[in-house]
């Protein structure tokens, strides 16, 4: 499954690119190689792997293939660590790096890449710092649901308000890692509740961790979005 993932991204590329022939595909093939290098630290196995994903896909560009195996179809059956470590992480850069070097003309291509994946990079690593704090705003909601809820439902059940007018002094506790600008609302009522970062660090997570991209607010396919939290399944549409 995870193999499928990345040659339909090389396939993307490929398209997007207008790669008909085989000069033009091989500059893809060396791009998706480059990419991965960056996120596998230069592992055998990443490459091994990467070297039948490249063939099976130039196969496929062949006129009248030879009647014999695909190298996918023998490769079924193994099992590569590379891909079952950290794959979303992994997965996700590499896209993100591959997908800008295809879209952008060649002499901007490593440039943007680059880039693009430097801040992707950097929101990845305060991912697990927003979320932590992300649960201690839901844990207080939460005990605000328990012990005052008529006082909850005044302030926050209407429409979104922001943490620090909900709770001033759990606003304060706001992570300094965080990206500048970084801020919290929140909407609950005496059951349920939806508790949203807004767009800091929302390009990082709508690649690392799509699930939590609040859909009412990005219903666009685009590469960043407004907010992304947690909630209740009955506030999810809220």
């Not at 093939?29 to 055998?44: E, F, H, I, P, V």
């Not at 695909?70 to 996700?92: N, S």
């Not at 209407?158 to 300094?176: C, E, H, N």
Request: glycine content about 8%.
């Amino acid at each position: 499954m995870d193999r499928q993932k990345f040659a339909h991204a090389i396939r993307k590329a490929i398209s997007d690119r207008d790669a008909g022939s085989p000069a033009e595909r091989q500059k893809v093939y060396a791009a998706a190689r480059m990419a991965l290098g960056r996120q596998s630290n230069g592992g055998t196995g990443a490459s091994a792997a990467m070297d039948e994903i490249i063939s099976a896909i130039e196969a496929s560009h062949a006129p009248k293939p030879e009647p014999k195996v695909p190298v996918a179809a023998a490769a079924q059956g193994i099992r590569r660590p590379w891909l079952t470590f950290g794959t979303g992480v992994v997965l996700g850069a590499f896209v993100v790096t591959l997908s800008i070097w295809a879209l952008t003309p060649p002499a901007q291509s490593d440039q943007a890449a680059e880039v693009l994946e430097r801040q992707y990079r950097n929101g990845l690593s305060q991912i697990p710092v927003a979320v932590e704090f992300l649960r201690k705003v839901s844990d207080a909601v939460i005990g605000m649901q328990k012990t005052d809820r008529a006082g909850l439902e005044a302030k926050a059940s209407k429409s979104f308000v922001a943490l620090s007018d909900l709770d001033p002094a759990l606003a304060m506790q706001m992570p300094a890692s965080l990206p500048q600008g970084s801020a919290i609302v929140v909407q609950a009522n005496g059951f349920d509740f939806k508790i949203l970062f807004n767009w800091t660090l929302c390009g990082a997570v709508r690649v690392a961790q799509p699930e939590m991209v609040d859909h009412v607010r990005s219903p666009v396919d685009v590469l960043g979005c407004p907010y992304f939290g947690l909630w209740t399944p009955a506030a999810a549409n809220w």
